[in-house]
């Protein structure tokens, strides 16, 4: 199933949730979206759903008209970050409720969906847990058991909304790692959104990155974090130094020290520099762009964490291989071996 | 626990008593030194005596005071017949309104945004704020012969007040809140995802009404209509006002009490009395069990 989104747009009161989005999500493909709160990218989801409603806009699964449906008719399966498990109910009948409230006409009879139920808690792994109740659960069983049951009606398509935001840090790698297995055995097209970028990094096939109601950047995961399309991508993937900068004829220029660094092409004017921490070069005084003054250091397994003042005056923080023992009080030359800049908006 | 274990050993020897010392000192820390809370127990207890349970028992005392039989033959009067049969359908009537309109208000107020929704929230609270006299006022000035629909109701021989609607509709308004009330919060708290999951499984309206909301909040409806109950069979000011007092056909179990105490039949009074505080007591006991239920119904479940 593919899905189409265009020009879609959705106000709360005054506050803009989506501002023209324009997205295409290929059949059997698993896709994040990507972006801080408030950029509106479960807004976004929930709309897919037929969970809200834009102002303006289309959506199209397979070319036909979403928005003329109701989330009932969507055949959609939504797993929500708080699971929304029928708190009333065991977790079979949770399982099984999707199939229970399908018209009479084509209802399955008690067995087909007792062997429904029993083949989707063997997918996530959690058959053991068919008698208890949702509140007998730990959080990552409560989100398998909400995976199960919104892929109980064969869903065209699968959207999950944060689903591991409310679990705990190891049981969020674990999952995920499992939901990557499980969307490779399943294959059905699936969107799920995330504020953590290393999650959207590691279990997606490509990656959208919003922010403000807008898509700033679609690409795959090495796209996003290789080449960032915008300032704002840069500096939210991945950790960066950013440093305010100017152009001028073809060169960088930073506070009153011209760097020997290539402008790209950018126009003369207010720039914003983006290094990768791990991308800044420490050789000895004079050797690079920067100059600067070690203030403290920190050990973090393989690389040293240092904190650089900067003869600008900017400090920023850099990721260093233990190879070259940095010490407070060095005087160090810095040189990028990448990185990107940006015109200020 | 291990305190007393320990005790009877360790006081022998000085080190445990000093140490058993600085155990009662902490406990005074932390709590109130004996006497204090000796004293204010017994104030509560005297107090509860005196006023609630001294009344109680001084109504089941009246009651019985000619013995069983004339109790019996008291609730056996045609009348007394008459009002309890009146007041269960009062009852009756009004709890199922309630139930109706307490479950729309709270699901709109708990599921929706719409413009004016704080001030629906107020004005569910406004029997409670009313005296119930005036409450009965109102629909005396709407279905009264002098009323606003007087005429009207007159022409086409309907008859309100002083009659079973009339004590119904009063009954109604004044016990409105309590089922609304007891859901509204509940509901909130519960919030719209279950209800958003069932509908993106497939659910009708209906279906997730019956199947996701309703098992939800069971135990609020239940606690809502109970308390609903209790205060409808046992409303005085409203339907005082609208009922007439016609013997034998317009007076509640309340009203009745009063007619027959005023009329020094004080057993028949009492008799009747007793039956409304045996359904205090049941209900208290009802509403205990409830509550139970509900502080459980929010993270475990009944099986």
């Known amino acids: 199933m593919t899905i189409e989104v265009k020009n879609l747009v959705k106000k709360f009161g005054s506050f803009s949730a989506l501002d023209g989005v324009d997205l295409k999500v290929n059949d059997g493909e698993l896709l994040a979206l990507l972006g801080p709160s408030g950029s509106g990218k479960t807004t976004l989801l929930r709309i897919i759903a037929g969970l809200d409603w834009p102002d303006s806009g289309e959506v199209s699964f397979n070319g036909e008209d979403a928005l003329a449906q109701g989330a009932r008719e969507r055949h959609v399966g939504f797993v929500f970050q708080h699971y929304a498990l029928f708190r009333h109910m065991t977790v079979f009948e949770n399982v099984a409720f999707g199939l229970r409230v399908q018209p009479r006409a084509i209802r399955k009879d008690e067995a087909t969906i007792r062997a429904r139920v029993k083949e989707l808690l063997d997918l996530v792994q959690l058959d053991w847990l068919a008698d208890r109740y949702p509140s007998q659960l730990s959080g990552g069983q409560r989100q398998r058991i909400a995976l199960a049951r919104a892929l109980a009606i064969e869903p065209r398509i699968l959207l999950l909304d944060e689903p591991f935001g409310a679990l705990d840090a190891k049981v969020r790698k674990e999952l995920r790692k499992w939901l990557r297995s499980l969307h490779h055995e399943i294959n059905v097209t699936s969107i799920f959104v995330t504020h953590d970028q290393e999650e959207a990094l590691e279990v997606a096939n490509r990656v959208v990155v919003m922010d403000k109601g807008r898509i700033e950047q679609i690409g795959s995961p090495d796209d996003v974090y290789e080449t960032p399309a915008t300032a704002f991508v840069h500096g939210f993937i991945g950790e960066s130094i950013e440093l305010p900068v100017q152009v001028e004829g073809g060169l960088i220029r930073l506070g009153d020290r011209l760097l020997n660094l290539a402008a790209d092409g950018l126009a003369p004017g207010a720039s914003k520099l983006f290094v990768r921490r791990h991308d800044m070069q420490v050789g000895p005084p004079g050797s690079g762009a920067f100059e600067g003054a070690v203030r403290h250091v920190r050990n973090f397994g393989p690389v040293q964490r240092a904190e650089v003042a900067l003869s600008g005056g900017e400090t920023i923080e850099i990721d260093a291989p233990r190879d070259r023992e940095l010490r407070a009080g060095d005087t160090v030359g810095l040189n990028p071996r990448r990185y990107r800049i940006f015109a200020s908006a | ?303």
């Open chain 2, 1 to 303: 626990m291990t305190m007393q274990i320990a005790e009877p050993v360790s006081l022998s020897s000085p080190d445990a008593r000093a140490r058993a010392h600085a155990a009662a000192a902490r406990d005074n820390l932390r709590t109130e030194p004996r006497a204090v809370r000796v004293v204010i127990i017994a104030l509560a207890i005297a107090f509860l005596s005196v006023f609630v349970v001294l009344p109680l028992v001084l109504v089941f005392a009246q009651a019985f005071s000619r013995g069983v039989l004339a109790y019996l033959s008291a609730l056996a009067e045609p009348e007394a017949l008459a009002a309890i049969k009146l007041t269960l359908i009062v009852a009756a009537i009004s709890v199922g309104l309630n139930l109706v309109f307490g479950l729309v208000a709270a699901w709109a107020i708990a599921k929706f945004e719409f413009p004016g929704k704080t001030f629906l929230i107020t004005l569910i609270d406004l029997p409670f704020s009313v005296s119930p006299v005036i409450s009965g006022l109102v629909f005396v000035l709407l279905f009264g012969a002098q009323g606003y629909f007087g005429g009207w109701l007159r022409d086409h021989d309907i008859q309100i007040l002083f009659a079973v609607p009339g004590i119904a509709l009063a009954t109604t308004f004044v016990t409105f809140p309590f089922v609304a009330r007891a859901l509204i919060p509940l509901m909130q708290e519960q919030g719209t995802q279950e209800e958003e999951a069932a509908i993106s499984l497939g659910a009708s309206g209906l279906q997730t009404f019956f199947r996701v909301t309703l098992p939800n909040i069971k135990w609020g409806v239940l606690y809502g209509v109970l308390l609903c109950n209790a205060r409808a069979m046992g409303e005085f000011g409203a339907v005082s006002v609208v009922s007439g007092h016609i013997r034998g056909e317009t007076n509640t179990m309340p009203l009745l009490v009063e007619i027959l105490y005023n009329e020094y039949q004080f057993v028949a009074a009492f008799a009747i009395a007793s039956l409304l505080a045996m359904l205090a007591l049941i209900t208290l006991i009802a509403k205990t069990v409830l509550e139970r239920h509900l502080d459980e119904g929010q993270d475990v479940h009944d099986h």
